[in-house]
């Protein structure tokens, strides 16, 4: 079965890579704030870009929550 996380917790990512049925990740800015991401914008750029080097070369989607970027 593939799975595909929606998560920006990087423990939960690592549990289901190492069981090797992941197939990818989304996240968007609500859950990585959720997962304990701080810093603003800095610090959810810092977490997807680890999120995309440790499941490279699986996809990850990052998804916005409005179109106006200051939100």
Known sequence: MA???DTGN???IQ???????????TTNP????KDGVKGGMDG???RT???AKM????????EVLS????E
């Open 15 to 25: 549990i289901f890579q190492k069981m090797g049925i992941l197939r990818g990740v």
């Open 44 to 46: 959810i750029k810092k």
């Open 3 to 5: 799975i595909y996380l």
């Open 30 to 33: 609500s859950i990585l704030l």
């Open 49 to 51: 870009v680890e999120i």
């Open 67 to 70: 179109n106006d970027r200051s």
């Open 55 to 62: 499941i490279d070369p699986l996809p990850l989607s990052v």
């Open 10 to 12: 990087l423990e939960e």
